[in-house]
Structures are given as structure tokens and as C-alpha cells.
């Protein structure tokens, strides 16, 4: 089992930047992917971007160039910087752990972009 918490939604007005962080715990030994994936109103959950055990990275197209994941030094730890955010980013950003053959999702946490 892993647990994923995630922290660092909120409200920023078009062009800010917001960090989005999400810490593992439990059996993180066999987590191959970490990543992070939104759901807007009325639309299906969408792949964002995500990051290999190995460091290996990968981006949506529309957040290509505006968003960087990266992973902490223990490894448990995923990071989602965004700049140039746009109101079509608006959406709750969940943290996604890959391990084994099992997807382990957070709680989610809410991104506005709004002026």
C-alpha cells in the first residue's frame, strides 16, 4: 500500500506561478512512476506530467515549456512547479504513484487560476 498526500493548491491570477508538492509513504520501495494528473469540471482526468524512478520525464503538450516535475532527494517526493498559468489550467491536481501494477492516487488538491 502507498499513501500519497498532496499540498500547495490554491487561487493565483493568470501568468503566477504555484508548487505543487506530494509526499509517498508506506511500501514507496516499489514505486516505479510518480506523477501528477486533473480533472476540470465536466471533463475526464488528464495525464499532466510524470517522472520515472529513473529520472526519465514527461509532459502533456499544453503544459509543455510552463511546467517542470521533479523528484526529492529521498525519492518518496514529487514536486509540480507551474509557471505562466493560464485559467485553463484551473482543475484539481491529483498525485499518482505507479507500483508494481497498482495506481495509488491522492486526495487532490484544488489549482484556480483567476484574476
Known amino acids: 500500500q502507498v499513501q500519497l498526500v498532496e499540498s500547495g493548491g490554491g487561487l493565483v491570477q493568470p501568468g503566477g506561478s504555484l508548487r505543487l508538492s506530494c509526499a509517498a509513504s508506506?511500501?514507496?520501495?516499489?514505486?516505479?512512476?510518480m506523477g501528477w494528473y486533473r480533472q476540470a469540471p465536466g471533463k475526464q482526468r488528464e495525464r499532466v506530467a510524470t517522472?520515472?524512478?529513473?529520472?526519465?520525464?514527461n509532459y502533456a503538450d499544453s503544459v509543455k515549456g510552463r511546467f517542470t516535475i521533479s523528484s526529492g532527494n529521498a525519492k518518496n517526493t514529487v514536486f509540480l512547479q507551474m509557471n505562466s498559468l493560464k485559467p485553463e489550467d484551473t482543475a484539481v491536481y491529483y498525485c499518482?504513484?505507479?507500483?508494481?501494477?497498482?495506481?495509488?492516487w491522492g486526495q487532490g488538491t484544488q489549482v484556480t487560476v483567476s484574476s
Open positions: 499518482n504513484a505507479l507500483a508494481g501494477w497498482i495506481d495509488y
Open positions: 508506506g511500501s514507496i520501495f516499489g514505486i516505479k512512476v
Open positions: 517522472i520515472t524512478s529513473g529520472g526519465v520525464t
